[in-house]
């Protein structure tokens, strides 16, 4: 094995020469839209960019509605909150995923209930599915976890139970 650059090894890029790209990416165009929102007044929670967002991502996937959010976790936790998932009810949760997604659970004052997951996939086991139903679940989380994917949908059955 080579040596790591911090013990004196060649580092894998030399940043004098080939610098990082700058981030974020920008142009005109996105400063003249950041200067209008801005000026605005209006920076969030139905700001007319927002607004024109959401219409034309609505637009786009074909659907009737579209909100914008902040991140995944309240978008898990919107989805609960939709399907009047709360107290008293339960969800099955993979026991290795990110902890949102069991806190999300606990943020509409359900139950996640930790099941074992898939050894090829790393994500939530259909048979684990199985021995967590009980009469108080109310759905599972059959999320992805590094980039790995379940590799089954709702034909399986468990949304029907659930």
């Not at 936790?77 to 659970?105: R, S, Y």
Request: hydrophobic share 35%; aromatic share 10%.
């Amino acid at each position: 094995m080579k040596k790591l650059a911090i013990n004196g090894g060649s580092p894998c890029r030399d940043t004098n020469k080939n610098p990082w790209p700058k981030w974020p990416v920008w142009g005109k165009e996105e400063e003249v839209a950041l200067i209008e929102v801005l000026n605005s007044g209006v920076w969030s929670y139905n700001g007319p960019k927002e607004m024109e967002f959401n219409k034309l991502f609505a637009e786009y996937t074909g659907t009737k509605h579209s909100i914008c959010v902040v991140n995944g976790t309240i978008t898990m936790q919107i989805a609960l909150e939709a399907l009047g998932i709360g107290v008293g009810d339960e969800v099955i949760v993979p026991g290795l995923t990110w902890q949102a997604t069991a806190a999300t659970v606990i943020d509409v004052n359900a139950t996640p209930i930790l099941v074992d997951i898939c050894e090829d996939t790393w994500c939530i086991d259909p048979k684990e599915i199985e021995k967590g139903h009980n009469s108080k679940n109310k759905g599972y989380y059959a999320s992805t976890f590094v980039r790995c994917f379940c590799g089954y949908g709702c034909d399986n059955g468990h949304c029907q139970k659930t």
